[in-house]
């Protein structure tokens, strides 16, 4: 039989299907203000960048377990940051980034041919994932919508919407966990970024009573640290379930580099970096949040997260798109994230102070 290219398995890479949009937009006289991807536009701190180079003429392969020195600060952080505490360092393994950990999880789980279960509104990359593996995909904002998943992907703060769970949600799926022995993987990557609602991690004792099974989290230094560009990410959760995932990824030679790993240790024990990149998101996002308000927009969610959900009444999310096009400015349409978002647009804080107050000015004017 003729060999199916995997691709053409896979829905529509979304950024390409916004080729005129972005074209149009970049157009502006004063060219554009592009609020459409999450990737980091301040400077690494000089601390993560030392680590960095101090370690870059090693020479050998690096394990893929990571260093213990490194798994301990993952475990060190994890617990000071978040309150994910009862972990050790057989209960954490470094990523080469959280897409690539998302996007093979199923298979790295050996789901083939199984349930994954999605949010409504979701990162696309859950889906790829579950596609890549032959799986079947549901949406799922609830437990009872879930009914024969294998794997569920939760993810608070939540990309695209910044919405925030509470803590009794996340006990319901924990819950849902032990009655079905699904495993529950929570996209933890904007836990540090809260405005208005204080978001917490499935691996809090609040939320798992001390018991972690079938649990996973997953974390990212491309947020709060900067670090989009080193691909330095981790999971942590139930030991059994790490260690399955690290013989698969063993195997896959899918190791940290390890100039990265020093640096993902100088990021990890240094929470100060984290706290004064938060502070500059949050003046960049009261002053989109004012300025698209008055633009006749409503922001719904958006309690945590590096992004603002935004609505216009009447408007489809490539209406949307479209309007603000016309004004020099490029978001990231709803529908990118599933049905339920073609309503919306994502407008990111990921542009410079300078290039936000140029968008604050098109969007009033």
């Given at each position: 039989?003729?060999?199916?290219?995997?691709?053409?398995?896979?829905?529509?890479?979304?950024?390409?299907?916004?080729?005129?949009?972005?074209?149009?937009?970049?157009?502006?006289?004063?060219?554009?203000?592009?609020?459409?991807?999450?990737?980091?536009?301040?400077?690494?701190?000089?601390?993560?960048?030392?680590?960095?180079?101090?370690?870059?003429?090693?020479?050998?392969?690096?394990?893929?377990?990571?260093?213990?020195?490194?798994?301990?600060?993952?475990?060190?952080?994890?617990?000071?940051?978040?309150?994910?505490?009862?972990?050790?360092?057989?209960?954490?393994?470094?990523?080469?980034?959280?897409?690539?950990?998302?996007?093979?999880?199923?298979?790295?789980?050996?789901?083939?041919?199984?349930?994954?279960?999605?949010?409504?509104?979701?990162?696309?990359?859950?889906?790829?994932?579950?596609?890549?593996?032959?799986?079947?995909?549901?949406?799922?904002?609830?437990?009872?919508?879930?009914?024969?998943?294998?794997?569920?992907?939760?993810?608070?703060p939540s990309n695209p919407?910044?919405?925030?769970?509470?803590?009794?949600?996340?006990?319901?799926?924990?819950?849902?966990?032990?009655?079905?022995?699904?495993?529950?993987?929570?996209?933890?990557?904007?836990?540090?970024?809260?405005?208005?609602?204080?978001?917490?991690?499935?691996?809090?004792?609040?939320?798992?009573?001390?018991?972690?099974?079938?649990?996973?989290?997953?974390?990212?230094?491309?947020?709060?640290?900067?670090?989009?560009?080193?691909?330095?990410?981790?999971?942590?959760?139930?030991?059994?379930?790490?260690?399955?995932?690290?013989?698969?990824?063993?195997?896959?030679?899918?190791?940290?580099?390890?100039?990265?790993?020093?640096?993902?240790?100088?990021?990890?024990?240094?929470?100060?970096?984290?706290?004064?990149?938060?502070?500059?998101?949050?003046?960049?996002?009261?002053?989109?949040?004012?300025?698209?308000?008055?633009?006749?927009?409503?922001?719904?969610h958006s309690e945590a997260?590096?992004?603002?959900?935004?609505?216009?009444?009447?408007?489809?999310?490539?209406?949307?798109?479209?309007?603000?096009?016309?004004?020099?400015?490029?978001?990231?349409?709803?529908?990118?994230?599933?049905p339920a978002g073609a309503?919306?647009?994502?407008?990111?804080?990921?542009?410079?102070?300078?290039?936000?107050?140029?968008?604050?000015?098109?969007?009033?004017?």
């Amino acid at each position: 039989m003729p060999r199916t290219p995997l691709g053409s398995k896979l829905p529509d890479f979304p950024w390409d299907t916004i080729a005129d949009v972005k074209e149009r937009a970049a157009a502006h006289p004063d060219g554009i203000v592009d609020l459409s991807v999450g990737t980091p536009v301040d400077p690494v701190s000089p601390s993560i960048q030392l680590a960095l180079s101090e370690n870059a003429a090693e020479p050998g392969y690096p394990q893929t377990v990571g260093t213990t020195e490194l798994r301990q600060a993952i475990v060190d952080a994890l617990a000071r940051r978040y309150n994910a505490v009862g972990l050790g360092t057989e209960s954490v393994l470094p990523v080469v980034g959280t897409k690539e950990a998302i996007a093979w999880l199923p298979t790295t789980l050996g789901l083939a041919d199984s349930t994954v279960a999605i949010p409504s509104v979701a990162y696309p990359t859950y889906e790829v994932g579950a596609l890549i593996a032959g799986c079947r995909v549901v949406r799922a904002d609830a437990p009872e919508d879930a009914e024969g998943a294998e794997l569920v992907f939760i993810n608070s703060p939540s990309n695209p919407s910044g919405q925030v769970r509470t803590i009794d949600e996340l006990r319901a799926w924990v819950a849902f966990a032990r009655d079905t022995q699904a495993i529950i993987a929570s996209d933890e990557c904007y836990l540090g970024l809260a405005w208005s609602a204080e978001p917490v991690s499935l691996l809090d004792p609040r939320v798992t009573d001390g018991d972690n099974t079938n649990l996973l989290a997953i974390h990212s230094l491309s947020k709060t640290s900067n670090m989009a560009s080193y691909r330095a990410g981790f999971v942590a959760g139930d030991e059994a379930l790490i260690q399955e995932l690290l013989l698969a990824r063993k195997h896959a030679g899918l190791m940290v580099p390890g100039p990265i790993q020093h640096a993902m240790i100088a990021a990890l024990v240094d929470d100060e970096h984290e706290q004064l990149q938060r502070l500059i998101y949050a003046k960049r996002r009261e002053v989109l949040s004012d300025t698209l308000t008055n633009a006749g927009f409503s922001i719904d969610h958006s309690e945590a997260g590096l992004y603002l959900w935004a609505r216009r009444e009447g408007a489809t999310s490539r209406d949307s798109l479209d309007w603000l096009a016309q004004r020099g400015i490029l978001a990231a349409p709803g529908d990118f994230y599933g049905p339920a978002g073609a309503n919306h647009v994502r407008v990111a804080l990921t542009a410079t102070d300078e290039r936000i107050a140029a968008a604050a000015s098109r969007l009033v004017s």
